[in-house]
């Protein structure tokens, strides 16, 4: 999927200037949850960017997922993804999310959010600081304004 | 009195690292609530756990690399957990840690305390409403979080235990700026106590909310600031005497009352003694040689032999039984018993009586992890209705 | 009723006694004394003198059993000591203690459904506790050593 549909670019515009964030634990320990919730607080300013976290699925732009993605959490993880409206975008948070972590060769273990949903962009850590996980929001939107990123699963 | 409604809580409480986890079948609720009308009549606590497989995990890797794995059962409390585990360690080992590397492990863990603690009536000032408390309570805990990196050099994830003291030793500079932070939250704290004890919507929503006596606590094993709030005296710190404890001057915090507000009046006077107790390590702490033990001389194999250790986690007691069989560089058995385990999976006999906005303030007074912010599945019998609304909205009569 | 009174209750029971790292002592008895100690503390001290901490089970293969240690914590003294017991490693059974120590509840069905030990008399002892559903169907209790996972 190289080219980039012509529609799509009047969507993203909603988004990119007022992305609004559903988070979803898989499974963590919590340590990269404790980060994002203190990535919505006043000393990091996350509103100067429009983030704000979403009161529900249904009208969420970004979703963020933490946790190595254990087999039942993938379930819901994956029925998640299927109800956001478009366009929709996935950041998968910590070491976790990437490839399963620490937890990698436990077998109640998929590995890795992208094994499950197609992800948008990674932000390591272990787990990553309130700033870095805001910087992975700003550089996604900046790749959403270019057009770099696809939304995928949306026709 | 029939049902007319259910509420199912999904709580990922995944400080449970009990053996592989079930992919269920049915949605995986912790919480069943069955109410009539606004009054819950039955709670079945059934286990929708998200477990990695932690027990076996540790079995298959070799002692010192469970130290990280075993840390990050919790990331709230990852120095407890690696603290207790790596005690169990030196039990069968034989190996004493010099005294200013307890110290220095007792200042990581009690910060650690001071930071879970806020976060946790942070959580309950936003499900009781309140959130500009809940926006100043987190912005303070910023600076505990700015201490917690000073003195190990990350924020969350510790990994300053070591089998034979800790990682890195502190120098003057930093000691200052650590004691620096501490005095300027001192005040913070108590202009918060303040509030928790004289404002109007925390009294209205949190007094008589969830109470149990003496004996329930004992009888269910309830451990930590929900026994002590209900006036059992228990408290691993001043019992087993671990690491510093034996030297450093604290208190005990009980109250009488057994319910929600005296569980959270019970968690600031724990950071108040825990902000004491940071102060009086970095005043007196001692000069008997470098904290940091030499790597290459631990032993690669372990003797036989078996350890029980217990430690004051945020939550409560925590237990860790290590078997080591003497024949590999893996244990034989980790068996891991957190707080929250006997407090969460016990306590279904509190909310029956208390009306459905209750139950997220009762929860949150056990202190589950935070991780339970997710959304809960209301069923209407009634009118045959079955939504999903936040977990702080039902704390608010479920009206939007 | 104090710690030594207490401590002598238990040591009736016991077939050998020994200390746990770091410095609790181990009562070894009878798998069936096992709610006959609990009984007698419940009516010599009451709920107030006492709580249980932990059920832990350990699969011993070589040796053909398996063992149950019980973690109990005597108030006000908060001395911890340890009560354990051997059980067969084809059929390990043991008379549950819910009825009169309602906290054993999470340490009873974790024990059961990881490691096979029936507590009988536990109206909620259920496969599938913890364990995944393929597992739980095939019989496999994950923490034996002879599993396979």
Not at chain 2, 184 to 212: C, N, Q, S
Not at chain 2, 218 to 231: I, K, N
Not at chain 3, 27 to 41: M, T
């Amino acid at each position: 999927m190289s080219q980039k549909p012509q529609t799509k670019k009047v969507d993203y515009r909603l988004v990119k200037y007022s992305p609004w964030l559903v988070h979803f634990n898989t499974g963590a320990c919590n340590g990269c949850d404790i980060e994002v919730l203190a990535a919505l607080t006043p000393l990091y300013d996350p509103e100067r960017f429009g983030v704000k976290l979403s009161p529900s699925i249904r009208h969420g732009d970004i979703l963020v997922v933490t946790g190595a993605v254990t087999k039942k959490a993938a379930d819901r993880l994956k029925r998640l993804y299927d109800q956001m409206p478009c366009p929709k975008f996935v950041l998968a948070v910590g070491a976790c999310a990437i490839d399963g972590g620490v937890f990698s060769k436990s077998y109640s273990v998929v590995g890795g959010v992208d094994r499950v949903v197609p992800v948008s962009a990674y932000i390591p850590g272990c787990p990553p600081r309130p700033e870095a996980i805001l910087d992975g929001v700003v550089k996604l939107l900046e790749a959403i304004k270019k057009g770099e990123v696809e939304s995928y699963g949306c026709d | 009195m029939g049902v007319t409604k259910i509420v199912e809580i999904p709580v990922v409480t995944t400080e449970v690292p009990i053996g592989p986890q079930h992919p269920a079948l049915h949605e995986p609720v912790m919480l069943k609530v069955y109410a009539d009308g606004e009054e819950v009549v039955r709670v079945d606590v059934n286990t929708g756990y998200n477990h990695r497989g932690i027990e076996k995990l540790c079995e298959k890797n070799t002692f010192y690399r469970d130290i990280f794995i075993v840390s990050r059962v919790c990331g709230i409390c990852n120095a407890v957990h690696a603290n207790c585990y790596v005690r169990a360690l030196e039990q069968i080992l034989d190996v004493t840690p010099n005294r200013r590397a307890k110290f220095l492990r007792v200042l990581s863990m009690e910060l650690e305390r001071i930071h879970s603690h806020m976060l946790i009536n942070a959580v309950m000032a936003e499900i009781v409403g309140f959130e500009t408390l809940f926006m100043q309570i987190m912005l303070d805990r910023e600076k505990v979080m700015k201490a917690k990196e000073i003195l190990t050099g990350n924020r969350v994830s510790a990994d300053f235990m070591m089998v034979g003291g800790v990682r890195r030793d502190i120098d003057d500079v930093k000691k200052e700026k650590i004691k620096e932070i501490l005095l300027k939250l001192k005040p913070r704290v108590e202009y918060y106590v303040k509030v928790f004890e004289e404002d109007e919507t925390i009294l209205k929503r949190l007094i008589d909310v969830g109470k149990i006596n003496y004996r329930d606590a004992t009888s269910h094993s309830f451990v930590g600031p929900p026994a002590r709030a209900s006036g059992v005296r228990i408290d691993s710190r001043a019992s087993d005497k671990y690491d510093a404890y034996d030297e450093i001057p604290f208190n005990v915090v009980t109250r009488n009352e057994g319910d929600s507000w005296a569980r959270m009046m019970v968690r600031w006077s724990e950071v108040m003694e825990s902000i004491e107790m940071g102060l009086y390590i970095l005043n007196n702490l001692p000069l008997d040689g470098n904290p940091v033990p030499d790597e290459r001389r631990l032993p690669r194999k372990f003797p036989p032999g078996e350890a029980f250790t217990r430690v004051e986690a945020q939550r409560g007691e925590l237990t860790y039984y290590v078997m080591s069989d003497g024949k590999s560089q893996n244990p034989y058995r980790v068996k891991i018993r957190t707080p929250s385990f006997n407090n969460i999976v016990n306590s279904a006999f509190m909310y029956v009586g208390y009306s459905l906005a209750d139950v997220p303030v009762i929860l949150t007074s056990l202190d589950p992890c935070i991780s339970c912010m997710e959304r809960v599945t209301v069923i209407d019998l009634e009118k045959g209705t079955r939504e999903r609304i936040p977990f702080k909205q039902l704390s608010s009569g479920g009206k939007r | 009723m104090d710690a030594t009174e207490k401590l002598r209750l238990v040591e009736g029971f016991a077939l050998e006694k020994g200390v746990l790292k770091p410095n609790r002592k181990l009562f070894i008895v009878k798998p069936e004394d096992v709610r006959k100690i609990f009984e007698s503390l419940v009516e010599k001290t009451g709920y107030e003198g006492f709580y249980l901490s932990t059920i832990t089970g350990t699969d011993l293969k070589d040796e053909n059993k398996v063992s149950l240690d019980y973690y109990i914590v005597l108030l006000p003294e908060e001395e911890t000591i340890v009560i354990r017991t051997y059980l067969p490693r084809e059929n390990p059974v043991v008379e549950s203690i819910i009825d009169i120590v309602p906290g054993a509840l999470a340490g009873e069905c974790e024990t059961y459904d990881l490691l096979g030990v029936l507590f009988r008399g536990n109206p909620f002892l259920k496969r599938g506790f913890f364990t995944p559903t393929e597992l739980a169907e095939k019989n496999v209790y994950p923490l034996r050593k002879d599993s396979g996972v």
